[in-house]
């Protein structure tokens, strides 16, 4: 079979693979994280002090190296918690001021302004950090006192400097220096001017994070889904260069710390040379013993008891033991001597040219250059290191190559530094680049190497990955172009000692020039003569391959697979050359270890893949639901049966219905089986019940019937909590009654009724209604009480007249002793006055208003029924007409909507009754209920004149005038007013209208009464028959509150706080 091998599925092995990916992404970012916050731990928080609003400050790097490589500032190093208060040097401030302000900087006598950073680790660094400190005492500290700031200048090279600091007078000087602590500098300088104070407190510095020395194959993407012979094919190395520092400046970015702190006892030989300074241990002993504690003086003197004093200053530690002693025997006899060094002087030298911060350091006596430049900050990315020069004077003591300690850990030749020594580094001289399969790729300054075997031995030689047939340099001509070369190393079939020496022989040919960039290109990542064994195999992985080899050398028998393969299907993964592409060849895996089938021969880059029965069938999973303690999908282990599947979901709930149990099984013809059993039975395991499960089979347990729709009886009437409760065993209905709370004080005891209702046949129900003496029942009297059956509803009644216990009635005016008065059921209206004490003198009968509940309640439903209507009728006012009109409709129906929603029900009910007898026990002698109310105003004299008229005000009262006159007297309507439908609301509550309106009976016409209102409504200005009508009746609402309002308070409409619902009294 020849066909693509694509896989539809990830397999098993892929979702490992992708997973454990995944988790060593996310340790490396974790890592990576925590070795920028442990290298720069206040990095934030300089930040924000510095840059309050959050942006990058100018000349700072950014928080994350770039991909490539840009000419920007090391970020800085944060200073510690408790750093001791720094001493400035004000020669080096001056100096550094002086420099920072001149117009360019060489590269010789300029400050740098870019600290470059060397993150490469090199061998042994613990081992250079012993050897530092190991070589002298590191006690430095910046040298005092106050000398003349023009010469120091001037020793420095810069004459412009030491011009200008002639021209000022001694305390000008004292005041540029001073002028130098302001913040004027450049922000390049800030830093410089900072580390340039002594005593200084070292800094912990930690190499940068780099990548690993050895570069990596990136792996392409795999079209294929997971070929293990294709994964090193798909190999490529990374044409895009890692980013290389210069070898060997790391070693001064990792301080020791305080080097003020450093252990002072190191030893001192016999020939160190004694100097003014340097503290002396004098014992001595024999006819005389005691221990002295000398230091020499300026004139490179000590004091003897007995002798005086001896010159040892420029003698060493051994010659002056012997001075000692001769000068003490010739005043003591038998005497012995013996003389150690207890104290080292400082030496004053002064390391220039490109280091990071040129200078003057006070160094111990033991100090070397090495010791001198590590406190100066090492070489600039400009500063060699192959030649560091050690003056004495104008002499040439000796030139330092920091490649014997980097690289071999001594210092062979090394002298000690004395007072007035200058270290020099020159500008950095020819260098090259190595990168690739190299053990320590990195740019190497040349120091006598001449050809490609020196360069490789200095970065440290190949590694077993790379190969040196193949070397690529990339030239660059001096001053013309760029050119690449490559060293081709033909193979051979010579002895390996033979094929070396070729190979050391070229290499060593191979001349390099400066500029060169050499790269070391690694061997091809696989091997030809290999299989592989992937799959549902015990071993899987690359084995060798030889000729001949078949599918059982590799698959001998079943103990070499998994459990339960699939045993039809196989397959063999073959690269075809030349582009190895794969094809797969099928085989039956059963037949092929059995013998049966020929035994495939393989091929280089083959690779068996053996599968699981379950990578092309269904797992075994069913899946119970249900009443079951763990529904859900369960895999299953062999042969499962309905019992075996209940107790894998945790056994059945509390509410499980165990009589019966559904099965639900798809067929292979895809129809849909159902299979009932007893799950009683299953559990005990009849064999006949539990019947035997498939895969993808559901389960499904039912809820018991009478737990899903439990039997409930019902309470109503007059109970404390009424509703339905369940049915409990031989329930009552005095049990009942206790259940829901008990009876309340309204409740009938005398009778409740029980309604129960019975089925006929499963067909239809019927219903009878049966009486219970209740309160009979509950004092345990026989034979009263009652059993109850499912759905029985069990009423109690409640008191006839119950209600109306309680009830009040309030009267309110022009009686004598207004009040709330009890009233009791069939109570009329003139008992309640009667108890009141009846009318005064001055009461109003006729404009009585007379509340009651009801009404108001009724009145509210019409009111938000009115509302409705006035707002759909909004919508379509104006249609048609003119714009002024339409503004005027509007206007009209927003203060219609205003009127209606702002006056509240009133709940007034038109009564007839009069200061006589005559309306007592007749039908205007209504009878009173809970919660009425009864207003006897005071006796008006006016009559009020509202709506659209010129003057809205009371009139006085006229005995036999008529509405029309009332009405003239108020200036007549207005040209916006609806004359054919002028109503008038009675003092009494009733309404007279107009002859065309909406009420008949000649309004105009009719005799007024005191307390009467004429109200005169507006035209609807747009609109329709429905917009008019339901104008018209919320104008006669409003007038209604109105009058309501002016009988209670007798307040004029005049008044702007007396409208509607104001209650302005």
């Not at 459990?563 to 073959?574: F, L, M």
Request: glycine fraction near 10%; aromatic fraction near 6%.
């Amino acid at each position: 079979m020849d066909r693509g091998y694509v896989r539809a599925k990830p397999t098993r092995q892929e979702m490992v693979r992708d997973y454990e990916q995944q988790q060593k992404l996310a340790r490396a970012n974790v890592q990576q994280e925590q070795a920028d916050n442990e290298e720069f731990p206040g990095a934030e928080r300089e930040s924000s002090q510095q840059n309050p609003n959050g942006t990058q400050p100018a000349g700072r790097s950014p928080q994350y190296p770039p991909a490539y490589p840009q000419n920007i500032p090391f970020p800085e190093t944060p200073q510690p918690s408790s750093p001791q208060t720094p001493i400035p040097d004000q020669r080096r401030a001056l100096m550094q001021a002086s420099l920072g302000s001149s117009s360019s900087q060489d590269d010789s006598g300029g400050l740098p302004l870019n600290v470059v950073n060397g993150g490469q680790q090199q061998i042994s660094p613990e081992q250079i950090q012993q050897l530092i400190s190991a070589y002298g005492k590191s006690g430095m500290q910046s040298a005092g006192g106050q000398p003349d700031l023009a010469k120091l200048a001037a020793s420095f090279g810069n004459s412009n400097a030491s011009a200008r600091l002639n021209q000022l007078p001694p305390q000008s000087q004292e005041d540029a220096y001073a002028s130098q602590q302001q913040p004027t500098v450049l922000p390049q300088q800030a830093r410089l001017q900072t580390d340039s104070t002594y005593p200084r407190q070292m800094q912990q510095r930690r190499p940068a994070h780099t990548t690993e020395d050895q570069p990596a194959l990136l792996h392409r993407a795999n079209p294929y889904a997971d070929v293990p012979s294709l994964y090193d094919l798909y190999s490529q190395y990374s044409r895009r260069p890692s980013e290389l520092k210069r070898f060997g400046l790391d070693i001064f970015e990792t301080g020791t710390g305080n080097l003020d702190q450093l252990p002072m006892d190191l030893p001192a030989g016999p020939d160190y040379v004694l100097g003014p300074g340097d503290g002396v241990n004098i014992d001595f002993w024999g006819s005389v013993s005691q221990r002295l504690h000398r230091v020499i003086d300026r004139a490179g003197r000590l004091s003897l008891p007995e002798v005086g004093t001896i010159q040892v200053s420029g003698h060493s530690l051994g010659d002056v033991q012997r001075i000692v002693q001769t000068a003490l025997r010739s005043q003591y006899r038998e005497l012995d001597a013996d003389v150690s060094l207890d104290g080292l002087r400082t030496v004053r030298v002064y390391v220039v040219g490109d280091v990071q911060r040129p200078g003057a350091y006070d160094v111990s006596s033991l100090s070397t250059p090495l010791n001198a430049l590590y406190e100066a900050g090492g070489p600039t990315s400009k500063g060699s290191m192959r030649v560091v020069k050690h003056y004495r004077g104008n002499q040439l003591v000796e030139n330092v190559d920091l490649y014997q300690l980097l690289l071999r850990g001594v210092q062979a030749g090394t002298q000690r530094l004395e007072s007035g020594d200058t270290i020099l580094v020159p500008p950095l001289g020819q260098q090259i680049t190595v990168e690739g399969m190299i053990r320590r790729p990195a740019i190497y300054e040349l120091g006598g190497e001449k050809n490609l075997a020196e360069i490789l031995e200095l970065a440290g030689g190949v590694l077993p990955s790379g190969t040196l047939r193949h070397v690529d340099v990339e030239r660059v001509e001096a001053h013309q172009d760029r050119s690449m070369l490559r060293l081709d190393i033909p193979e051979s079939d010579s002895p390996e000692s033979q094929t070396q020496a070729t190979v050391t022989e070229a290499l060593e040919k191979f001349q390099v020039q400066d500029g060169d960039r050499i790269k070391i290109s690694p061997i091809l990542p696989f091997a030809d003569k290999t299989v592989f064994l992937d799959g549902h195999v015990f071993r899987p992985g690359k084995y060798a391959y030889r000729d001949g080899m078949k599918i059982t050398d590799l698959v001998h028998n079943y103990r070499d697979l998994l459990p339960e393969p699939y045993k039809q299907h196989a397959e063999i993964i073959r690269l075809s050359a030349p582009d190895y592409k794969p094809q797969i060849i099928a085989f039956n895996l059963e037949d092929a270890l059995a013998g049966k089938d020929p035994d495939l021969t393989l091929k280089p880059f083959d690779t068996i893949r053996v599968f699981s029965r379950f990578d092309f069938e269904d797992p075994p999973i069913i899946t119970i639901s249900g009443e079951v303690r763990d529904p859900g999908d369960h895999v299953t282990n062999g042969a499962t049966y309905l019992r075996d599947a209940i107790f894998l979901a945790g056994n059945t709930a509390q509410d499980a219905e165990l009589e019966d149990v559904q099965v639900f099984r798809k067929t292979h013809d895809g129809k849909m089986q159902v299979i009932s059993a007893n799950l009683r039975k299953a559990i005990a395991g009849d064999p006949n019940e539990n019947i035997l499960l498939e895969p993808q089979d559901r389960v499904f347990v039912h809820k018991d019937v009478l737990r899903l729709d439990p039997p409930t009886v019902e309470v109503q009437g007059e109970v404390a909590r009424p509703g339905k409760y369940p049915l409990g065993t031989d329930m009552t209905a005095t049990e009942l009654v206790r259940v829901a709370g008990g009876l309340k004080r309204s409740a009938y005891t005398q009778q409740a009724e029980l309604t129960r209702y019975t089925i006929n046949h499963g067909e239809q129900f019927e219903g009878e209604h049966l009486p219970i003496a209740i309160g009979q029942a509950l004092t345990g009297e026989p034979d009263t009480d009652m059993r109850l059956r499912a759905g029985d509803v069990l009423t109690i009644r409640q008191m006839a007249g119950w209600k109306d216990i309680g009830a009040t009635v309030k009267v309110d005016g022009e009686v004598v002793h207004p009040g709330t008065y009890g009233v009791q059921e069939g109570e009329r209206l003139s008992d309640v006055i009667a108890r009141a004490g009846g009318f005064r003198p001055d009461a109003y009968p006729y404009g009585s208003i007379f509340e009651r509940l009801q009404v108001r309640e009724i009145e509210e439903k019409n009111r938000a029924q009115l509302i409705a209507e006035a707002q759909q009728e909004g919508g379509g006012l104006g249609a048609g007409a003119t714009t002024s009109i339409q503004d005027a409709s509007l206007v009209q129906w927003r203060d219609t909507l205003h009127q209606l929603q702002t006056t509240p029900p009133v709940g007034r009910m038109v009564i007839h009754i009069s200061s006589g007898k005559s309306w007592v026990h007749t039908p205007a002698d209504i009878q009173v209920r809970a919660d009425d109310s009864i207003y006897i105003p005071k006796k008006p004299n006016f009559v009020m004149v509202q709506g659209a008229v010129y003057n809205q005000t009371g009139i006085a009262f006229r005995p036999s005038k008529s509405a029309r006159w009332y009405l003239h007297q108020a200036g007549g309507p207005t040209s916006a007013a609806d004359k054919k439908n002028v109503f008038v609301v009675r003092a009494d509550g009733t309404v007279a209208g107009g002859p065309k309106g909406l009420f008949n009976g000649g309004a105009l016409e009719s005799a007024m009464q005191p307390g009467d209102m004429i109200v005169v409504p507006s035209k609807a200005l747009g609109g329709g028959f429905k917009w008019r009508e339901t104008l018209e009746v919320a104008q006669l609402v409003s007038a209604i509150g109105i009058a309501v309002q002016v009988a209670r308070g007798f307040c004029f409409f005049v008044n702007p706080r007396c409208s509607p619902g104001s209650g302005f009294r």
